[in-house]
């Protein structure tokens, strides 16, 4: 996702309470953030913030950061989370997922999603999919032992390279679907913006939850 480049996103951002700003002060310290010993989820690319923010209502017990790169697109999600002072248990980063090492120490994380990631389809740039070997080897070094990946998308291609790489990179498939609407999985699903846009133009949305296998 990428918005025209909002004049002023940059400021509002710099000033909000919900947005951690020291990305490397914080690792190793989440839990002293938020101030109690809950479990810590990550949404990587969360866009403008829909799914998280209903993750966050519906789990007050979970804490809850997403991150994302573009200024533009952190703004909306932070129009929408300052309507909702009360939520205590979610912040947002923007940053680039690829110094997500920086910013969460070893068994910090416990469960990480991937909503609609950018497919990249061109093979040399495979490497920056957000389910390449490269990211899953960085996930390994935050995410506690038992802690699982979810990844939903509409796109086939990257959901089969997912599968794959996934495999192949020690982890156990524990969830896979290529039609989450229709499947037992869909209970308590929550749709993402994306999921909403590409579900009603009649794409079936794949689903699939990964456990590292560190055995
Ligand atoms: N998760 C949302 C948005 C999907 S679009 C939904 O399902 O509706 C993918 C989003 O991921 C975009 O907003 C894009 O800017 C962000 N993104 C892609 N690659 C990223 C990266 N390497 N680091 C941080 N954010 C990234």
New binding site residues.
């Given amino acids: 996702?990428?918005l025209r480049n909002i004049p002023g996103s940059r400021e509002v951002i710099a000033e909000s309470e919900y947005v951690i700003h020291s990305e490397e002060g914080c690792k190793g310290k989440w839990h002293k953030l938020f101030g109690n010993d809950n479990p810590i989820h990550i949404?990587?690319?969360?866009?403008?913030?829909?799914?998280i923010m209903e993750c966050a209502r519906r789990n007050p017990d979970i804490n809850y950061i997403g991150?994302?790169?573009?200024s533009s697109?952190l703004l909306r999600a932070l129009e929408k989370r300052a309507l909702e002072p009360d939520l205590k248990n979610l912040y947002f980063i923007r940053?680039?997922?690829?110094n997500i090492e920086n910013v969460f120490d070893k068994d910090e994380v416990d469960n990480i999603?991937?909503?609609?990631?950018?497919p990249w389809p061109k093979d040399r740039n495979a490497k920056?999919r957000?389910t390449s070997d490269r990211?899953l080897n960085r996930y390994i070094n935050i995410m506690k032992k038992d802690g699982k990946i979810t990844f939903?998308t509409d796109n086939i291609d990257l959901f089969e390279y997912s599968l794959e790489t996934a495999r192949e990179c020690g982890w156990e498939i524990l969830v896979e679907t290529r039609n989450l609407h229709n499947s037992e999985y869909n209970e308590g699903n929550i749709m993402?913006?994306?999921?909403?846009?590409f579900s009603g133009l009649g794409h079936k949305i794949n689903m699939m939850i990964i456990r590292y296998n560190s055995q």
Avoid: P
């Avoid at 949404?43 to 799914?51: A, F, L, N, P, V």
């Avoid at 991150?67 to 573009?70: A, G, P, Q």
């Avoid at 999603?113 to 950018?118: A, P, R």
């Fill in positions: 996702m990428r949404e990587i690319g969360m866009g403008k913030g829909t799914y991150i994302e790169k573009y697109v940053m680039e997922a690829e999603f991937l909503n609609f990631s950018d920056r957000l990211f939903k993402t913006e994306y999921e909403k846009k």
